[in-house]
């Protein structure tokens, strides 16, 4: 999905929130959503394994977040990452608290020729793609994007997507932050890119969600993990 400049990878449907005036993102089309089960249309809309991706043309880009108010025992904010292609990036903002007041991050434009001489032509993401890996979970709300970007284009992501679908391990259960859930780090040893439609303690295969899978045309390898069974 599109947004302004940027991609919104992972993401299908963005619900507004008037009086934010920002957009809550969702991993799946709105109709899709509300014909699960009453628990998933709840954890289909956390952020796991979403990102927002785009290519710096000018020297610097900044992003206006918010993560929704937690509920229970949740940490009160989320953490995000943000990677240059295969590799994590600058540690002065990577990782990065996402509140639930609004956090805005200041992306500055750096010389990754260096990770591209290591990487050579081995490469899953090209280096100058920037990604924030978004917090996996909890939802997480977009505002704006600001800056000279444009989106990456596809010679310049994996040619090659894995879809994963399950409960809490899958939606990334356990993992400090979005780059540790094992889903993003099978599809990085792989060298794929990542569709991840996993939600904690609520995967049931619904009709809804089995129809919008079957449907879907643009994934090359899927792993599915329904209750205890992994196929």
Not at 58 to 86: H, T, Y
Request: hydrophobic content about 40%; proline content about 5%; charged content about 25%.
């Amino acid at each position: 999905m599109e947004f302004g400049s940027a991609i919104l990878h992972n993401v299908e449907s963005l619900i507004r929130n008037e009086e934010a005036e920002d957009f809550q993102l969702c991993r799946v089309p709105e109709p899709i959503r509300l014909g699960l089960n009453v628990k998933a249309q709840k954890n289909i809309l956390f952020a796991s394994n979403s990102e927002i991706r785009f290519v710096m043309e000018g020297d610097r880009a900044v992003l206006r977040l918010r993560r929704m108010p937690a509920e229970g025992n949740l940490r009160s904010q989320g953490v995000l990452e943000v990677f240059q292609g295969d590799y994590q990036g600058s540690y002065e903002i990577s990782p990065w608290p996402v509140t639930a007041d609004g956090t805005e991050i200041t992306i500055r434009k750096q010389d990754w020729s260096a990770i591209q001489r290591f990487a050579g032509e081995g490469y899953s993401f090209h280096p100058s793609v920037t990604r924030i890996l978004l917090p996996y979970d909890w939802g997480c709300c977009l505002r704006d994007i600001k800056g000279d970007i444009r989106p990456p284009k596809k010679e310049e992501m994996p040619g090659k997507r894995l879809l994963v679908y399950g409960s809490s391990i899958t939606h990334g259960g356990n993992a400090s932050v979005p780059s540790g859930t094992y889903a993003f780090r099978l599809a990085r040893k792989l060298g794929y890119d990542l569709i991840n439609l996993g939600c904690a303690g609520s995967c049931r295969m619904d009709e809804a969600m089995a129809s919008y899978i079957g449907a879907m045309d643009d994934w090359d390898m899927a792993r599915f993990e329904v209750g205890v069974n992994v196929i």
